[in-house]
């Protein structure tokens, strides 16, 4: 059988078209199924396809249901409000759980949420507060690209990253990053990967702040050199 799936709005430029036509060795197919073709034809679109949903006859689908040839079908974005923002910056304190939500997933079968806190004490010397200053819109496009590193690397895995500016007090958070994946070895990897490669290439800056002075920080491993992918398998 032949079918076809009318896409819409960014789904059409992520895609580059507006109907996905799949002709299908067998009668019928599961909404499941389907979704897996569509993320198998385009790998490289796993993390925005995950949340989307089919309309099957203009009615939402569970992933259980059948579709036909004669069936209407629609792969639905989420809609307006609707859609988590992946990557954030923000002046606010950073809810861990809402990050880690973002990254939630059916098939996945492991998740962790990366925190990174102020430290008061580093080699002996006591920080009061940290500030932080980000060139905002490349800061979040290069966080968007160490999330299609990510998949590239380790496909089918998802990630979030809020990092936060301005003042951040002892023991609070100034990034959290969530990642989950179907198995729990390539989320460990990819966590650590997010974090050092956020550190390498994201422009956001570090002003530490102590009981007689501060302190803007740079790369503090080794020469920098954004263009570097990071040594972890």
């Given at each position: ?75 639905i974005p ?51 507060l940290l ?103």
């Open positions: 059988m032949r079918i076809h799936i009318r896409l819409f709005a960014g789904l059409v430029d992520l895609l580059g078209t507006s109907v996905l036509t799949f002709d299908i060795d067998q009668d019928s197919i599961s909404i499941e199924q389907l979704k897996q073709l569509i993320a198998d034809r385009y790998p490289h679109a796993r993390a925005q396809l995950a949340p989307c949903f089919i309309a099957k006859n203009q009615t939402y689908a569970n992933e259980q249901e059948l579709v036909t040839e004669s069936d209407e079908l629609a792969l989420p809609v307006s409000g609707g859609q988590p923002s992946y990557y954030e910056i923000t002046y606010d304190t950073i809810d861990v759980a809402e990050v880690t939500s973002k990254v939630n997933h059916p098939d996945h079968g492991a998740s962790i949420a990366f925190i990174g806190t102020t430290r008061e004490m580093t080699y002996g010397q006591r920080t009061v500030e932080y200053e980000a060139y905002e819109p490349m800061a979040l496009k290069t966080m968007a690209a160490i999330g299609e590193e990510i998949d590239q690397r380790w496909p089918g895995t998802l990630c979030a990253i809020t990092h936060r500016l301005g003042a951040v007090a002892i023991a609070e958070a100034s990034v959290v990053i969530a990642v989950s994946s179907p198995h729990r070895a390539s989320c460990y990897d990819a966590s650590r990967y997010a974090i050092e490669r956020l550190k390498q290439m994201v422009p956001i800056w570090k002003k530490e702040i102590w009981e007689d002075g501060s302190e803007w920080k740079g790369s503090q491993t080794g020469p920098w050199n954004p263009l570097q992918t990071p040594e972890i398998q």
